[in-house]
């Protein structure tokens, strides 16, 4: 066992990308804040290319065998840089030249960070290492807009998290009692001869943290509020790419169990609940942000369904992984939307946009028909094989459910597809102006679409390389 | 060949779109344009087409899709899905012609319509189940888009409640498909392989619980009592060339996914369920005869009568699961006429629905009751919804009658109590000759007055559907000779 601390060169190169971006933002004039955007799109692009590079080797304990680099680190690296780098064209319509641009930037970055080290993780510590540092850059991007309902979002995010933060170290706690250990590498075996009653604690106390970090039932309260209350960069960012690093935690962690316990029952509890209370709960929602917020709660659900069987279909890694690089970039195609027209927070004043906007319509209806998993859609490919993978993981019901949960969804995402192509009332068709779109965002929002689209026709040479 | 089939129409949909400085007249010409070329197409193709070798497929294309879960970009006709997609491409251009006079975003209703004969073309054509799925969600989307954009009425409502309720039907099917593939080995979509193999027979209650999801997806597809109650609406509301897609082609992809996918594929579990489809087809038939009867809207009731033809389709494919010695060319006549019925359904009540949409257009309303006498001032209309009439009803002579007889002779030998069904015949005469009636004979009054008969376009759009439905009627040879061979091959596969 060695440091290897090469092996950790995209984490590296994001902190460091961030803290450049700090410093040197405090340099910077307003007007030329944008130099510090330049910078973590570098640092992005660098720890993307560098993930993409490491992809097909061999998988490698780094730092003690504490972290891991294998297939499942490598595309969630590639993935939440990349989905970083979206948000950071989100951004570029509303925070450019704002008094807290470069700290925006910045708290990206390391909330970025930590998504990775949270993904790679094969100890428990430094699981609880990377939920803090993926957690705390968090706190404040929700309250940078200063608004009352950001300051709101970010309180209760802020003591949701402490919360969870403790529960997870107690749960961190409970395992090392009955084992002596941390490390991924050795719990296994000993937690196989521990007494199963700490052990239950300590795995649900460690999975209740993790859950609060992917914004799933029962950590899920923040999601909602801070998906409306924070700005719509920073919404599209917390509910897609923190997400990442806690799945796939959640997955390392289950996968690492011994088969003491029903495992694969509890995380399947877990997925029920997130999705069918997220998509219940989005049903009435009218400010397409908060929608979108429940709707990514029922998301996390879908993404535990693999989790379940991890480690007992060997299509649960690569449907997970499929799973997560589609979520990502279809939902942030949605939120590009909503950032692209920042002023309309209700549903109806969508009305007549199709029309207005063929492309962003067109983009919009892509990404909730994905975010359903309406083929040909790249979320499409994901939900078939993580059914696929639950069905031969032994867990048929599950596929079954996320069917149903499936249907459910439909309903709200359609009531905000409906006004979009609906009939327009004669007055705000001669308002010729009515939808003018934020440039950055709008774009945005059609390359994601197409991607998603674009995806979900390659996802043969997707799967080939995640189940490498 | 049958990619080129499958996605002309999808990339002049996409060229329509890029092109926005497009006219709206060209708009409308291009897409009759490439309507026609897709039908020479798939006439040149049925004119180089010879009969497979059992369980195999004419013009067979595969390439790798998602390999990693065995599933291919794989397509192939026989004699099943062959008089679909000549139906379907008849149907597109019927709607293209008819669509001539159309003035609401006219370039946008051709480039959903080219995208949606894309998706039929591909369900029809698709052997693999992904692939299968792919289109058969696509088309939801398309019609969904096709009446909350274009209908009349409560559009939104019907549109939300129609893709709800198919969605729903939708992924009941992928459950089934899922489990299809977990229990073949190895796993795979490809349905020539999985036909071959029947992976879950042996296995009772798997089996069963597959065939139940994957028929309840199809029977709220295709649809049947009592999964039938998204219809109506959905017609009601629809456009004209909208009802004529959704009734002529999108209907037929549940009956073809039982020939296609749950007889050959699950055949074991179909015997078993054999007598339930047969009760569920006769039910439709009835009910939906009965239900027509009781409409005064012209479009509601043609609406009805689909579920009732439906149900005879249903009824044939029930009966041939019903194995018994020597009914094995009782079962392959009923299989045949299903098949006959698709395509003769699909000409007839594209044809009745493209005439409701003149009535909707002259007068505003489908209510019979405030027509009569209609024949005077229109006789072109009355002629052709007469013929369309009598070929809905079974006339001989018709294609209707072809496929309704093959039907009945075929599901009686091989289930007697099938024969309650006949009913519905003639209760289906009884109302298209009461709706005649109604709106055609005596004095001219209501909406009729002033009612002007049909323009050209209207014409050249319904014209040839019906031509070919009598076509068949009198000359259903070359039609059967392809069809027959295949029906056969799949009563042979549900027997084993």
């Given at each position: 066992?060695?440091?290897?601390?090469?092996?950790?060169?995209?984490?590296?190169?994001?902190?460091?990308?961030?803290?450049?971006?700090?410093?040197?933002?405090?340099?910077?004039?307003?007007?030329?804040?944008?130099?510090?955007?330049?910078?973590?799109?570098?640092?992005?692009?660098?720890?993307?290319?560098?993930?993409?590079?490491?992809?097909?080797?061999?998988?490698?304990?780094?730092?003690?065998?504490?972290?891991?680099?294998?297939?499942?680190?490598?595309?969630?690296?590639?993935?939440?840089?990349?989905?970083?780098?979206?948000?950071?064209?989100?951004?570029?319509?509303?925070?450019?030249?704002?008094?807290?641009?470069?700290?925006?930037?910045?708290?990206?970055?390391?909330?970025?960070?930590?998504t990775l080290v949270l993904a790679g993780a094969d100890d428990l510590l430094v699981v609880t290492v990377g939920f803090l540092l993926a957690s705390m850059p968090l706190y404040g991007l929700i309250g940078i807009a200063r608004t009352p309902r950001g300051a709101e979002a970010a309180m209760k995010t802020y003591l949701l998290g402490a919360l969870f933060g403790i529960l997870l170290l107690v749960g961190v706690t409970l395992l090392y009692g009955v084992s002596a250990t941390t490390s991924y590498a050795e719990l296994t075996d000993r937690l196989a001869e521990a007494p199963q009653g700490v052990v239950a604690a300590g795995v649900v106390a460690v999975l209740g943290g993790l859950m609060f970090k992917a914004g799933g039932v029962p950590g899920h309260y923040w999601v909602p509020d801070a998906a409306e209350g924070a700005g719509g960069a920073v919404a599209a960012f917390l509910t897609t790419v923190p997400k990442i690093g806690a799945v796939v935690a959640a997955y390392r962690l289950i996968a690492m169990l011994p088969d003491t316990l029903a495992w694969p029952l509890l995380v399947a509890v877990l997925a029920v609940a997130s999705m069918t209370l997220g998509n219940l709960a989005a049903y009435w929602q009218t400010d397409p942000r908060r929608l979108l917020g429940w709707s990514t709660v029922s998301q996390v659900g879908y993404l535990l369904v693999p989790v379940a069987v991890a480690g007992r279909s060997d299509l649960a890694l690569p449907s997970l992984l499929l799973y997560l690089a589609g979520y990502t970039v279809t939902n942030l195609s949605a939120f590009a939307v909503t950032t692209a027209f920042p002023d309309r927070r209700d549903l109806d004043s969508y009305r007549g946009m199709g029309r207005a906007r063929p492309w962003l319509g067109a983009s919009l209806v892509v990404a909730l028909l994905g975010l359903v998993g309406t083929p040909p859609t790249v979320v499409f490919a994901g939900k078939l094989t993580t059914t696929m993978a639950a069905w031969d993981g032994g867990l048929a019901w599950l596929a079954v459910l996320v069917f149903v949960n499936t249907v459910i969804s439909l309903f709200y995402y359609l009531r905000w597809i409906a006004p979009v192509y609906g009939r327009v009332e004669p007055p705000a068709r001669t308002l010729p102006g009515a939808f003018i779109s934020a440039g950055w965002s709008a774009t945005t929002a059609v390359v994601t679409a197409g991607l998603s689209l674009a995806l979900g026709i390659a996802a043969g040479a997707l799967w080939s390389v995640f189940s490498a | 060949m049958l990619s080129l089939i499958v996605f002309l129409p999808l990339s002049a949909a996409l060229a329509l779109l890029a092109l926005p400085r497009l006219g709206d007249a060209a708009a409308r010409w291009t897409w009759v344009a490439v309507a026609a070329a897709d039908l020479a197409l798939v006439v040149a193709a049925w004119l180089r087409y010879e009969t497979p070798a059992a369980g195999g497929l004419a013009f067979e294309e595969q390439a790798e899709w998602i390999p990693g879960v065995n599933s291919s970009y794989h397509l192939g006709v026989d004699g099943l899905s062959l008089p679909l997609i000549a139906m379907t491409a008849v149907i597109f251009l019927a709607c293209a012609i008819f669509a001539l006079r159309e003035t609401d975003r006219p370039r946008l209703q051709a480039a959903l319509f080219l995208f949606l004969q894309s998706v039929s073309m591909g369900l029809f054509v698709a052997a693999d189940l992904i692939l299968f799925f792919v289109f058969f969600d696509l088309s939801i989307v398309g019609m969904y888009f096709v009446i909350a954009g274009w209908g009349h009425g409560n559009a939104a409502r019907s549109a939300m409640k129609f893709f709800l309720y198919t969605f729903l039907g939708s992924l009941?099917?992928?459950?089934?498909?899922?489990?299809?593939?977990?229990?073949?080995?190895?796993?795979?979509?490809?349905?020539?392989?999985?036909?071959?193999?029947?992976p879950l027979a042996g296995s009772s209650l798997a089996g069963g619980l597959v065939l139940a999801a994957i028929l309840i997806g199809l029977a709220v597809k295709t649809p049947t009592v009592p999964f039938h109650t998204w219809l109506p609406p959905a017609h009601t509301d629809a456009p004209a060339i909208g009802s004529a897609v959704l009734a002529g082609v999108l209907l037929k992809m549940g009956t073809y996914g039982f020939v296609r996918i749950a007889m050959p594929m699950l055949p074991e579990a179909w015997r078993d369920w054999a007598w339930v489809i047969i009760v569920v087809g006769i039910v439709s038939v009835v009910y939906g005869a009965l239900v027509a009867l009781a409409q005064t809207n012209f479009k509601r009731?043609?609406?009805?009568?689909?579920?009732?033809?439906?149900?005879?389709?249903?009824?044939?494919?029930?009966?041939?699961?019903?194995?018994?010695?020597?009914?094995?060319q009782a079962r392959s006549v009923a299989v045949t006429g299903a098949v006959t019925q698709m395509v003769s359904h699909g000409l007839i009540t594209g044809a009745l629905f493209l005439l409701a949409g003149v009535l909707q257009d002259r007068a505003a309303t489908y209510d019979m009751d405030s027509y009569g006498g209609l024949a005077g001032p229109a006789?072109?209309?009355?002629?052709?919804?007469?013929?369309?009439?009598?070929?809905?009803?079974?006339?001989?002579?018709?294609?209707?009658?072809?496929?309704?007889?093959?039907?009945?002779?075929?599901?009686?030998?091989?289930?007697?109590?099938?024969?309650?069904?006949?009913?519905?015949?003639?209760?289906?005469?009884?109302?298209?000759?009461?709706?005649?009636?109604?709106?055609?004979?005596?004095?001219?009054?209501?909406?009729?007055?002033g009612f002007t008969d049909l323009r050209a376009a209207e014409v050249w759009s319904v014209g040839p559907l019906l031509v070919l439905s009598l076509l068949i009627g009198v000359f259903p040879r070359p039609l059967l000779a392809v069809i027959e061979p295949a029906a056969e091959v799949a009563v042979e596969l549900v027997g084993r």
């Open positions: 066992m060695a440091m290897r601390p090469l092996l950790l060169l995209p984490e590296i190169v994001l902190f460091l990308g961030g803290l450049t971006v700090l410093v040197s933002g405090s340099f910077l004039p307003r007007t030329r804040q944008w130099v510090t955007r330049v910078i973590a799109a570098a640092a992005l692009v660098a720890a993307a290319i560098l993930a993409a590079v490491a992809l097909p080797g061999p998988a490698q304990p780094a730092m003690e065998g504490t972290f891991t680099v294998d297939t499942a680190t490598g595309v969630a690296r590639i993935v939440a840089a990349l989905g970083t780098l979206i948000v950071l064209a989100l951004a570029s319509d509303e925070i450019a030249g704002s008094p807290r641009e470069s700290e925006t930037y910045a708290l990206l970055l390391f909330a970025t960070t930590g | 009941a099917l992928l459950v089934g498909f899922i489990g299809l593939y977990i229990a073949a080995d190895p796993h795979t979509f490809d349905m020539v392989e999985l036909a071959e193999q029947t009731m043609v609406a009805y009568t689909s579920v009732n033809h439906m149900g005879y389709i249903v009824l044939a494919v029930g009966a041939a699961g019903v194995v018994a010695d020597d009914t094995a006789p072109r209309f009355a002629a052709f919804f007469a013929v369309g009439a009598f070929a809905s009803l079974g006339l001989p002579g018709l294609s209707g009658f072809i496929a309704e007889f093959q039907i009945f002779t075929g599901s009686i030998a091989a289930a007697p109590v099938t024969a309650i069904a006949l009913v519905g015949i003639l209760l289906t005469a009884a109302l298209f000759l009461r709706s005649l009636q109604r709106i055609f004979t005596g004095e001219t009054r209501g909406r009729s007055v």
